[in-house]
């Protein structure tokens, strides 16, 4: 305990203490909602809807109310009746905070609180979870609750849209209520559009759905074909994960490029024959590979060209640069996995499959190359947005996770928001270990494997964290030839995710998972549902040992693995297993472990026990967090210039939409400032007509911001790119990234004008059949020759206009 922590006491259990007389409020209510009918608890929820709607009462006036009312409903539909600590997290997130609560607590059912409450506003209220399967598994496993409340219940999936519908036998309920904490009873989803979905009260769905449905519904041509309805309020589940680990990564919608390279495959036959050291030097910590001059010859010699750099230009070495780095430090089914004939991104946080993300700059295409796959042609970004600034758009967020607070810096100093840590139900019985470190890989294998066997002979449950598939597999292999019975989990089985992690605390069960452990699942001793008996012999036996085969980067990932033991005070314990030659040490640890490998000659099956080992260890996680926050900080940084243009963008294009019928006024304007007169304008109404002019400008406004947009996106990154060589001319990369991006973009809003006249004033139209899912929208045919730049005034990023047969008249 720190001296100021001792002098003015612990912030954090003020800030719980606070919130006492609110709890006692809710528990004072609870026996008057215990005698309402289930019909006097959906007209409950109508008389707080009026009273916020109508009388305009603050929601905290309503809360004791609101959440005895949701304590009733889940006593009722669950027969799970929300501790006091779920009361407290329930506020907390209402607050818009993030609620550190460990695993087992009852983060789910603590959460029903404030999105019930949040929801009465009748602006949607938003629940991210980290994966389709967690989705629509808390969609039907808590929609019994909202429900049974008169509230509606939608979930957004990756191919697919539900709302929440009771109406099925009573069979089926009994089942859900048994298993619904770990396995989807889909009986309950029935499908419907996207709109509905989000039409509902409450949304479930995944963060990369609802930040792609954000950046489609600024692409659509008809506001009907809009599907969200604007950003009020979000709870997001394994909050670290969402915000913090997948934060580097854009979401980026993108179209294939025509001009798309062909020289994949060349590369992939060519780049082995290269040799590290000598042709190729490889920087684990930047994650670069770079050719040498020899390297170069080499490449030279084997393509019989003269100097690559002239003869087939920089593109070309860019992308035999992306081949190397795709042979050489992205390794299969650690980093990607192969199904279906398709290359899969793995996340390398959670360990889970990331289908429809792709590697950008042609990388996923050297992968496909190397793998022998349909090699997809490149794109171009049509739309792009960070996770960071997607979340920054609600008017509040809450958050919850088991790990929060070793990154509470992070999330106050980019999205505001505090952490507070809710106590725990019952009192930690968990045994937190010491690390036992090994001087090599394969001793520490063959210690573990004893380990894992003596436990399980013992009867206890244990739970084995890897940090990849290649690891997860080779030791289930180890653990076959000792003859021991196990489950094996990663990105491979994710479907059986829920369903194996459920069982994983039944008595003599091994289970090995890769990082992602089941996030989301309960582990309950005795299995779930659970055995009586069972839960006897395994808490005599010691409850769940969960084991760590090498630390994570963050040391939120390692607090999180040792977490999935000791839930609700139940007995266990925690220990990781590592070696010298573990990615971390090895990379981030230095010459000190070098020196040291040379001086301990112990055996390798003998765990060496040095306080100096555990110090490197913690020092090189501390490293690695702040590198991996310097780098979203730096994204974000980048991103928030885009974030600003993307704005102004984005509310033109809305004003487009919405007054489609009332642009004539602005149009005149615009042909008038473009040098034209206003008759020019009449004469070309007259010829088309005035109702087809209102299509014709409406279509134009649109299709020459979004060709204009997309060429400034493309420029953006290309400026990225070349702002970080002037940092050798000792200007800050970032403020000329800043003020060349201003100039840029206010080129793009002089150019949007006069190219909207031209393009209105030189455009007919032809009709196409409509089609009964789309709203018929004339297309723009230009009079343009296919060889004359494109009316719509689109330009490469070096000023020369686009051709109309590569612009809009693609097509035509």
Known sequence: MSIITKVFGDANQKYIKKLGPQVDKINGLEK???????????????????????????????????????????????????????????????????????????KTLASTLPIYLNALEGKGVHVITVNDYLAKRDAVWMGQIYYALGLSVGCIVHDSAFIYDAQHKEALDKERDLIGGFKVVESYLRPVSRKEAYEADITYGTNNEFGFDYLKDNMVYDIVQQSQRGHNFAI????????????????????????????????????????????????????????????????????????????????????????????????????????????????????????GRRWSGGLHQAIEAKEGVFVQPESL??????????????????????????????????????????????????????????????????????????????????????????????????????????????????????????????????????????????????????????????????????????????????????????????????????????????????????????????PEDQPIEAGMISNVIESAQSKIEGMNFDLRKHILEYDDVMNKHRGVIYKKRKEFLEKASALRAQIIEMVKKAGFSEEDYQKREKEVGEENM????????????????????????????????RAYGQRDPLVEYKSEGHRMFQRLLAMLESNIAQAVLKANITKEPSKASKSAVPSVKSESGRNDPCPCGATHSDGRPIKYKHCHGKNV
């Open 694 to 725: 209102r299509q014709v400008e409406k279509a134009v406004c649109l299709r020459v911001l979004d060709m204009l947009w997309m060429n400034h996106l493309e420029d953006m990154e290309a400026l990225r790119d070349s702002v970080r060589l």
């Open 32 to 106: 008057i909602f215990e005698g309402f009918s289930a019909e006097q608890l959906k007209t409950k929820t109508i008389e707080l809807k009026e009273k916020i709607i109508k009388s305009s009462i603050p929601l905290d006036d309503i809360l004791p109310e609101a959440f005895a009312l949701v304590r009733e409903a889940a006593k009722r539909t669950l027969s799970q009746r929300h501790f006091d600590v779920q009361l407290f997290g329930g506020i907390v997130l209402h607050q818009g905070k993030i609620a550190e609560m460990k695993t087992g607590e009852g």
């Open 236 to 355: 997001i589940d394994e909050v670290d994960s969402i915000l913090i680990d997948e934060a580097r990564t854009p979401l980026i919608i993108s179209s294939p490029d025509t001009e798309s390279s062909s020289w994949y495959r060349d590369f992939a036959g060519m780049i082995p024959k290269l040799k590290a050291a000598e042709d190729y030097e490889v920087d684990e910590k930047a994650k670069s590979v770079t050719l040498t001059e020899k390297g170069i010859n080499k490449v030279e010699d084997i393509l019989g060209a003269g100097n690559i750099y002239e003869e087939k230009g920089i593109k070309y070495v860019h992308h035999l640069e992306q081949a190397l780095r795709a042979e050489v430090m992205f390794k299969k089914d650690k980093d990607y996995v192969v199904k279906d004939g398709q290359v899969i991104i793995v996340d390398e946080f959670t360990g889970r499959m990331m289908p």
């Open 381 to 602: 970004t049509l739309a792009s947005i960070t996770f960071q600034n997607y979340f920054r758009m609600y008017k509040k967020i809450g958050g919850m996770t088991g790990t929060a607070a070793t990154s509470a810096e992070e999330f106050d100093k980019v999205y505001g928001i505090d952490v507070v840590i809710v106590p725990t139900n019952k009192p930690m019985q968990r045994k937190d270990l010491p690390d036992k470190v090994y001087k090599t890989q394969t001793g520490k294998l063959q210690a573990m494997v004893q380990e894992i066997k003596q436990r399980h002979e013992k009867g206890q449950a244990v739970l084995v964290g890897t940090t990849s598939i290649e690891k997860n597999e080779y030791l289930g292999k180890l653990l076959e030839k000792e003859g021991v019975p196990h489950q094996i989990l990663n990105a491979k089985h994710h479907e059986k995710e829920g369903e194996i992690i459920a069982q994983a605390g039944r008595s003599r069960q091994v289970t090995i998972a890769t990082n992602m452990a089941g996030r989301g699942v309960d582990i309950v001793l005795g299995g779930n549902p659970q055995d009586k008996e069972d839960f006897t012999k395994i808490v005599t036996a010691g409850g769940l040992h969960v084991i760590g085969t090498e630390r994570h980067e963050a040391r939120r990932i390692d607090n999180q693995l040792r977490g999935r033991s000791g839930r609700q005070g139940d007995p266990g314990s925690s220990q990781f297993f590592l070696s010298l030659e573990d990615d971390v040490m090895r990379i981030f640890g230095g010459d000190k472990i070098k020196s040291l490998m040379g001086l301990l000659k112990v």
